[in-house]
């Protein structure tokens, strides 16, 4: 019996935050049909999400990039394939691996400062004097960060994408003694214009539920300093759950 | 505070309008309020409130601490929505608004924070020009004279630079003065616009209620403990007690009634709930 009631408490709970989720979203949506939102904002916000998240992102792209040539390394001195060595790693970076690791970055940098900022607004009641100084939070506040996030990921993305390569190229001519020329043949030869795509068509959609994510729970916390620390922790798990739901479908589209 | 069983009429709170009418010309109803209950999960905070307030008047809203008094002025400005009841505000049907006129009416009212609100990631000075830059009817130069002027108002002519955390607590809620101002509202409401501020400042934010009052014939409702410089400065008093108005009238009124409830408010200033 307990275990039905914890079972139903748990789905309960689900619907609610989808609902939520759902809710903000088609608000962000009314508000940009017409574009109704704020543009000294929304520049404000490109620079901010842009500028301060490329250093991690080129970071985490350029492991990732060695990485994936490492892991391949062994077999292809085996076989002596060093052709497939761009194009394996180009593949698993381009299509999945890149859009997924530099989302999750994403979430928990950007995504996470987001919730907490709005969260923050929310108990000093900086949201109601907004309200009340009758500007819509949605337009001057949600609307810039969902656009602004949306944009930079798939920037990110493209950049980090750019840069796993160059890891990679670099991890085959230090360590595997491979020339990067070969690598980047390896890559270009692969045909992996659609693996490419299907990459940024995935950075936009996250970016889109991370910050839809991290703005529902920002307005929505209740109870104070403790309030924001548990909204934002939310946000990453449920920003996490939203990656991993979206890669699935996007790729079980793609194929 | 659970809601009151018994629906024993109060009498007390009887309203001698034409005590008020006769003191001075009061303009058109801007503010009518009717049977408003709030609920927070099964915590009945506002049980049936009524208030009638016409253009031009200045009424405190007292009270003990945590009666709803917050509560009420943030249903007045759309900010909470209640249970039941009715708002008509600046001859707006409140609860039926849409969005963009309800954008429309907040143009028109001003709401000072009990506590503050200031934006803390902009400076004091576009803390007060905000609203009026978003309108974006005015100029910059002008923008920056009104903050000027407002800012002198409330006596803080030179922190325009500093950032809302650099202020002290009695800084902070002249500044949310200053703000709720700018755009020269209609109707102004300034929850507890002296918590934290020393008697001589206490007693110029009540004087600029006054001006403000004056000189735009503005409507305001006060809420604050300090009666004894309200004084001067409200036509009126309504006491929020027990989820209700306990008693509404003139300081006179008060003092004759037979209540000892608001005996105790006038004579002893505070009294802590039971
Ligand atoms: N967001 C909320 N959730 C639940 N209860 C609330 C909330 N806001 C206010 N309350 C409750 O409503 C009651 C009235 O609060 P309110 O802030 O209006 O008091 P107040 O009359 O303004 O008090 P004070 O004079 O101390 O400012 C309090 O008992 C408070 O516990
Ligand atoms: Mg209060």
Known sequence: MKLLAMIGRTC?????????????????????????FDRDETWLNLYKVGVKSYPIVIMTA????????????QYVKQTGA????????GYAVLAEIGPVLIGLMFSGRV?????????T????????????LAIDPINHLVVPRFLSMMVMLLLLTALGDLFALIGGAL????????????????VFEGHLLDEYFTGLCKAASFGASISVISCFYGLNVSGGATGVGRAVN?????????????????????? | MKRRESQETVPYGEIDTTAILDRKPLGDVVLEVHGLTHWFGDVCVLDGVDLTMREGEVVGLIGPGGVGKSVFVKLCCGLLVPDAGEIHILGKDLLALDDKERQELRTRVGLVFQNYALFDFMTVGDNVAFPMRQRGQASEAEIAAKVQERLSEVDLPKVQHLMPNELSGGMKKRVGLARANINDPEFIFFDDPTAGLDPVTSSKIFNLVRRTQEQRNSTCLVISHDIDRMR??????????????????????????????????????MVGRA
Not at chain 1, 13 to 36: D, K, N, Q, S
Not at chain 1, 82 to 89: I, Q, S, V
Not at chain 1, 111 to 119: I, K, V, W, Y
Not at chain 1, 123 to 129: G, H, I, K, S, Y
């Open chain 1, 171 to 186: 991890t085959s001519e230090l360590i595997l003694e491979v020339d990067y020329r070969v690598f980047f043949h390896g």
């Open chain 1, 111 to 119: 995504g996470a400062n987001n919730t907490a900022e709005l969260g």
């Open chain 2, 232 to 269: 001067p400065v409200c036509d009126r008093y309504v006491l929020l007690y027990d989820a209700r108005v306990r008693f509404q009238g003139t300081e006179q009124d008060a003092m004759a009634s037979s209540d000892p409830i608001v005996h105790e408010f006038f004579r002893a200033g």
């Open chain 1, 62 to 73: 350029m492991f990732t990039g060695a990485i994936m040539v490492i892991q391949s390394g």
């Open chain 1, 82 to 89: 060093t052709g497939l060595l761009g194009w394996g790693a």
């Open chain 1, 12 to 36: 309960l709970g689900a619907a609610e935050t989808v609902g939520g989720i759902t809710i903000v979203f088609a608000r962000i949506l009314r508000a940009m049909f017409p574009p109704r």
């Open chain 1, 121 to 132: 607004m929310k108990v000093t009641e900086q949201l109601d004097a907004l309200r009340a």
């Open chain 1, 234 to 255: 939310q946000c990453v798990v449920t920003s996490a759950i939203g990656i991993f739901v979206w890669d699935y479908l996007i790729t079980y589209l793609a194929n």
